[in-house]
């Protein structure tokens, strides 16, 4: 019975194990992903190889959590307008703007805002990093991840108000909810104190407990 029982759960494993791997291997990281949404935006697989191989050390799991269809359309706007963008240039481009939104979504924007912000930021990042390239080394007092952050991070702004107006509203109508729920439940506490402390509490009125009697 043992022996049969290992048999069987051998072959289930067998059976599941599989599935479960090839699902595991069928998810695509960001790269693969951003490769993708690169063609579909109209970049040449080539192209789109070159910005994601531009670096091997290019830290791309720390975008995980960002759209890689987004950022993929910001990089092929930033192209149109300056088609001399460096593989490197692109790569770095897309790995900031993609570390920028996952943290503005960490901080309650939307998808919309985070779009837009991103978006909006782009002809802005193609000026500064055409500037940037033109200064000599000692002069350039940020790196480029730092001016794509402070780019896109200023453009989101009004909508990151926004959505701290909001969450503090949310928080003052929370307090407000659970103060009125406290007070509905401690008067309901001293209406049944109320209600057990009255003679008609305890037996009903003393005229009637002595008709009772007699």
């Known amino acids: 019975m043992n022996v049969r029982m290992i048999i069987f759960g051998l072959l289930a494993?067998?059976?599941?194990?599989?599935?479960?791997?090839?699902?595991?291997?069928?998810?695509?990281?960001?790269?693969?992903?951003?490769?993708?949404?690169?063609?579909a935006a109209g970049f040449s697989e080539s192209e789109a190889a070159a910005v994601i191989d531009a670096d091997d050390d290019l830290d791309w799991q720390?975008?995980?959590g960002s759209d890689p269809a987004l950022i993929a359309q910001?990089?092929?706007?930033?192209?149109?307008?300056?088609?001399?963008?460096?593989?490197?240039?692109q790569a770095l481009l897309a790995?900031?703007?993609?570390?920028?939104?996952?943290?503005?979504?960490?901080?309650?924007?939307?998808?919309?805002?985070?779009?837009?912000?991103?978006l909006s930021s782009v002809s802005e990042l193609v000026t500064q990093i055409r500037d940037w390239k033109a200064l000599p080394d000692e002069e350039r007092e940020e790196n480029l991840g730092e001016i794509?952050?402070?780019?896109?991070?200023?453009?989101?702004?009004?909508?990151?108000?926004?959505a701290r107006e909001q969450r503090q509203t949310a928080?003052?109508?929370?307090?407000s909810l659970r103060?009125?729920?406290?007070?509905?439940?401690?008067?309901?506490?001293?209406?049944?104190?109320?209600?057990?402390?009255?003679?008609?509490?305890?037996?009903?009125?003393?005229g009637n407990q002595d008709r009772g009697g007699r």
């Not at 599989?18 to 690169?38: I, K």
């Not at 928080?171 to 307090?175: A, F, G």
């Not at 103060?179 to 009125?205: I, L, N, T, V, Y």
């Open 13 to 39: 494993i067998a059976m599941i194990t599989p599935g479960a791997f090839a699902r595991g291997a069928q998810e695509p990281d960001f790269p693969s992903q951003l490769r993708s949404e690169m063609v």
């Open 62 to 64: 720390s975008a995980r």
């Open 74 to 89: 910001a990089l092929r706007r930033a192209k149109d307008e300056e088609p001399e963008l460096e593989s490197l240039e």
């Open 95 to 118: 790995l900031e703007l993609a570390r920028t939104a996952v943290e503005l979504e960490s901080e309650g924007l939307d998808d919309r805002d985070v779009a837009v912000a991103t």
């Open 148 to 162: 794509v952050r402070h780019t896109v991070s200023g453009n989101a702004e009004p909508a990151l108000s926004r």
């Open 171 to 175: 928080d003052r109508d929370e307090r």
């Open 179 to 206: 103060q009125e729920d406290r007070a509905r439940s401690e008067d309901a506490r001293s209406r049944s104190g109320d209600r057990a402390d009255s003679p008609s509490g305890s037996g009903g009125s003393p």
